[in-house]
């Protein structure tokens, strides 16, 4: 337990280094989007006001998702590649699988304090167009956390698998999809004038994240079954830290 902790101070220390870094990652595509369709559309017309109630969630969702995988799959797939400074990790008093869970902490820590970034500017950018009634806010904690620790595996599969020269190339092909497919920007409910694209989209873990936000932060709009909601998040949570550490020893034992 000491050596993880003493991982996570050096890795939260370095982060901190890289603050400024960070919230230019983590937030300035998501502060796009608020701006875009959350502050200058509702007051040109084009969409509804109430959108932004259907919005939010959906960028608070997306903002989490990405720091969570980037904040794993990035470093990995440097330290395995080029500097081979996971060696030195291996090395230190700890299991192999507790350098890849120290791995997911610092993914899920990163995904919450990117939410905790992302969260106050939409809502400063959205102002009167929202009516956020989060009464519930263990449901808003829960989500959350279960939110970064998802994407945060989902970060150390492909950290693991993809070698360091077709990286872009993995963020342009799994981001892009998961992101205009994930009901980020439009409620899942919504689709049920497209049957088969509604039932598509469920092989998609963002689908159950913005939809959890939805169901903590604007009750009021439908949104999915808590069930499906919960069942969705557990199932790809269990299934990608699976594979993640099972990807990650066998990288480490090569």
Known sequence: MATMIALLHRDIRVARRELKFFFLRVGIQPILFTFIFGYVMPRLGIVQTGYANALLPGILALSMTL???????????????????????LLAPISIMGVA?????????????????????????????????PENFLLLILVALI????????????GTIV??????????????????????YYPWASLEVLPWFQNFVLIN??????????????P?????????????????????????LRQFERRSLE
């Not at 939110?147 to 492909?158: P, Y």
Request: negative net charge; glycine residues 12%.
């Open 67 to 89: 720091s969570g995988m980037q904040a794993v799959a990035l470093p990995l797939v440097v330290e395995f590649g080029w500097t081979k400074e996971i060696e030195d990790r």
């Open 220 to 244: 009021q709009l439908p949104h999915m079954p808590m069930w499906l909601i919960f069942g969705g998040l557990a199932g790809f949570c269990s299934f990608f830290t699976f594979l993640g």
């Open 147 to 158: 939110t970064g620790w998802l994407f945060a595996a989902l970060g150390m599969v492909m």
């Open 205 to 218: 873990p963002l689908v159950y994240a913005s939809e959890g936000f939805r169901a903590a932060l604007t």
């Open 163 to 184: 070698e360091p020269q077709q990286i872009g190339l993995m963020f342009n092909v799994l981001l892009g999809p998961m992101i205009f497919f994930g009901c980020a």
């Open 101 to 133: 869970v120290e791995k997911i902490i610092v993914g899920i820590i990163q995904a919450v304090i990117a939410g905790l970034f992302v969260l106050p500017l939409a809502w400063l950018m959205m102002g009167t167009h929202l009516n956020l009634q």
